[in-house]
């Protein structure tokens, strides 16, 4: 059992797994095998032997380089390449099927033009390497590819050493000395894997949480790192900050300690494996103090490795939103779990995406040949998050978005796919009878980003419109069905499960239907009375404020959504005089017929309808998110009395003054346009990461 301080702070609870918790966990463990999460021997087998023969081949392209660059024979001799491993291959979270993040580090003579060139040569000759796809502009270039079917995502660095030893260690700092900034975003990879694995105190329970935390991630909607939301590295690091609160826990109950901290967690203030190491190199790190982008974060999530770095910088306030409702809706059921009231198979139930909304953005790309399509639809990905942004700026938060994180397709379209956002109104903003804001600007300037794609050709396309959740395709259902319209007195959550697990008094049963509205709610806190520090304290909860809209009358407006694009493409042009047109508007009445309708499509309330309309109207921003990271004092009252026993039964025992999470209270920075959210979080004194500490912790260890 480890006594071992890991992290920046102490452990909220150094107590082992009772009973209970290895029953809960051999569960867990059952429900994770049914899932097929781990892969067969054989699998296991064939990628160590692609791996060993990767390293082959890179080994020999090294020689080869030196030989036509004239190096004499025994530089030749020497030259060496090697590969490494990172990503989940490396923290051996890998499922059946998944590719293999490789690295590639050669010596300062085999430059990246040799990598993407020589390399990329021999491999095409290779009749074991499919789907060849070099991505050299990226920002960290990569080459993608099949090896005996065996997905490789493979980087490459070369470091400033004339010979590569074969125990070369990434680890040390001075592997960063003298090279560009591409090759230390690609050595980085595999330094935070390996500093992950060392700051973590059981890396099997590491491993086993982390899996049951991506599973759950992506079946509720939440990973996808491109589109704004965590990505494997992000989630590793969540779980791994869990991990050193909890060093001897058991898997199962990792878990649950996730999903009560993080739903408690006060954004914008970071999650740290250990203490922000500013090195010696001179290379920019994470710091709001001096870098003012980095004040814009939302969500950080610091890598420890050096130069440390926000891994989560993608995520968008809408996006913030979502996770932060899935994480009280984890930590609910979660505790149901705990009082034998529901079981794994609860928390893991997918997200019903399409039954969520009532309005949402379908956005259509295609080409004409599938590498177009390869290279067409990894550029679109990568700039929908910027569609989110956009839309939060341009409606000052008021409309909201959900993306959804993967792509759809109908198979009597080739080379098509289609991409979906949920949309809301901000929770808290009252709807005004005829205030109206427009997005179509808001459109045309994310299809102008889209079109400057430095690759683009005239078959490459792109078409945004509006479309309403009973006009939604069929293909985007499962087994292309669309399923029965639920009773409107069912939920559409998938939490509905937890019905049976609550109390029936009427605070609990409307909690209750608040809750179920998922991704329809947002939260707003419910006060409880502040307990001593001894004490044992309720979890706060936060309640969903979706409003009076049972008096609501809901007109059959009809309305045509769609973009008429002055950008290159095959998109037709709207008629002489016609408005581009692409908006969504409150109003509570009235029929509309704007600019060039191909035809009539009803539009269910937000809270207020959808229309097509001229002008911005700004709100004001009620109910902004309030970033504020949980006291020690509520982790600790979020605990159960049995684990505050085992840490002294008081708060003052966790999270000493030294530790990083032992915040100080400073001058908040000023919030960004974007910084509004549908929840807010206890009011409390504002609290912001204080970089003064930093020293002091590195010096008490």
């Known amino acids: 059992m480890s006594n071992t301080a890991y992290g920046i702070s102490e452990p909220i609870s150094t107590g082992g797994p009772s009973e209970l918790d290895v029953v809960r966990n051999r569960e867990l463990e059952k429900f994770l095998?049914?899932?097929?999460?781990?892969?067969?021997?054989?699998?296991?087998?064939?990628?160590?032997?692609?791996?060993?023969?990767?390293?082959?081949?890179?080994?020999?392209?090294?020689?080869?380089?030196?030989?036509?660059?004239?190096?004499?024979d025994d530089l030749v001799h020497e030259a060496n390449a090697?590969?490494?491993?990172?990503?989940?291959?490396?923290?051996?979270v890998h499922g059946p099927g998944a590719d293999i993040d490789t690295l590639c580090v050669?010596?300062?003579?085999?430059?990246?033009?040799?990598?993407?060139?020589?390399?990329?040569?021999?491999?095409?000759?290779?009749?074991?390497?499919?789907?060849?796809?070099?991505?050299?502009?990226?920002?960290?270039?990569?080459?993608?590819?099949?090896?005996?079917?065996?997905?490789?995502?493979?980087?490459?660095?070369?470091?400033?050493?004339?010979?590569?030893?074969?125990?070369?260690?990434?680890?040390?700092?001075?592997?960063?000395?003298?090279?560009?900034?591409?090759?230390?975003?690609?050595?980085?990879?595999?330094?935070?894997?390996?500093?992950?694995?060392?700051?973590v105190p059981n890396i099997q329970s590491f491993r086993t949480a982390l899996r049951c935390m991506r599973l759950w991630a992506k079946r509720r909607g939440v990973y996808s790192n491109v589109t704004g939301f965590l990505g494997g590295i992000n989630w590793a690091l969540l779980v791994a900050r869990i991990c050193q609160l909890y060093p001897n826990a058991a898997p199962s109950m990792l878990v649950s300690r996730f999903f009560r901290v993080y739903s408690l967690w006060r954004w914008p203030n970071p999650v740290l494996l250990c203490p922000i190491n500013e090195g010696s190199l001179g290379l920019a790190y994470w710091d709001p103090r001096r870098n003012f982008k980095d004040r814009q974060h939302l969500m950080p999530i610091i890598t420890p490795a050096y130069p440390c770095m926000n891994s989560s910088y993608n995520v968008s306030t809408s996006t913030l939103r979502v996770m932060m409702e899935e994480f009280l809706r984890g930590n609910e059921i979660c505790e149901a779990i705990e009082a034998n009231k529901a079981s794994w198979g609860s928390l893991f139930e997918p997200f019903p995406f399409f039954e969520a909304y009532k309005n949402y953005l379908r956005i259509d790309i295609a080409t004409e040949s599938d590498d177009d399509m390869r290279q067409w639809k990894g550029w679109v990905e990568s700039r929908i998050r910027l569609l989110t942004l956009k839309i939060e700026r341009d409606t000052v938060g008021v409309l909201q978005c959900h993306p959804h994180p993967g792509e759809f397709s109908d198979k009597s379209k080739p080379f098509h796919h289609s991409y979906f956002m949920g949309l809301r109104r901000k929770q808290g903003v009252n709807p005004q009878q005829g205030e109206q804001f427009d997005i179509r600007s808001t459109v045309e300037d994310f299809k102008r980003d889209v079109y400057a794609y430095s690759f683009w050709k005239s078959s490459m396309w792109i078409h945004v419109c509006h479309v309403r959740r009973k006009d939604l395709p069929d293909f985007v259902f499962s087994g292309g069905v669309r399923p029965a319209q639920p009773a409107k007195s069912e939920s559409r959550s998938g939490s509905r499960s937890l019905g049976s697990a609550k109390t029936t008094s009427p605070d609990a049963a409307s909690s209750r239907k608040r809750k179920h509205d998922e991704v329809n709610t947002g939260f707003s806190p419910k006060g409880s009375d502040a307990s001593s520090p001894g004490e044992t304290r309720e979890l706060k909860r936060f309640e969903a404020d979706i409003g009076d809209t049972s008096s609501t009358t809901l007109v059959d407006n009809q309305v045509e959504v769609s973009i008429k694009s002055t950008l290159p493409g095959p998109v037709p042009a709207p008629a002489s005089g016609a408005a581009v047109t692409e908006t969504i508007?409150?109003?509570?009445?009235?029929?509309?017929?704007?600019?060039?309708q191909s035809g009539p499509h009803g539009v269910e309330d937000l809270g207020y309808d959808l229309e097509l309309t001229n002008g911005v109207k700004h709100f004001d921003g009620a109910n902004e998110l309030q970033t504020e990271p949980p006291t020690p004092e509520q982790i600790v009252g979020a605990a159960t009395s049995e684990e505050k026993d085992r840490i002294g039964g008081s708060s003052n025992n966790v999270l000493q003054s030294e530790g990083l999470e032992e915040l100080e209270p400073i001058e908040p920075a000023p919030s960004s346009s974007i910084a509004s959210a549908a929840f807010v979080v206890p009011q409390k004194p504002l609290i912001r990461f204080n970089f003064t500490s930093l020293r002091k912790t590195t010096e008490s260890t």
């Open 33 to 72: 095998a049914d899932a097929g999460l781990y892969e067969s021997h054989e699998e296991a087998i064939k990628r160590e032997e692609v791996l060993g023969r990767l390293d082959q081949i890179v080994k020999t392209w090294v020689k080869n380089v030196c030989r036509a660059k004239g190096f004499n």
């Open 82 to 92: 090697k590969i490494f491993t990172f990503g989940s291959y490396r923290l051996g």
């Open 106 to 199: 050669g010596p300062r003579h085999a430059m990246r033009d040799d990598f993407f060139g020589e390399l990329h040569r021999m491999l095409e000759e290779m009749p074991e390497i499919q789907e060849l796809h070099p991505v050299p502009d990226a920002h960290v270039p990569v080459m993608k590819f099949k090896f005996n079917g065996v997905s490789i995502d493979l980087l490459y660095a070369n470091v400033s050493l004339w010979v590569i030893p074969e125990d070369l260690d990434v680890s040390q700092e001075s592997i960063l000395q003298n090279v560009d900034d591409q090759t230390v975003r690609s050595l980085n990879g595999c330094r935070v894997t390996d500093q992950v694995l060392h700051l």
């Open 585 to 596: 508007t409150v109003v509570q009445s009235a029929e509309l017929t704007v600019g060039q």
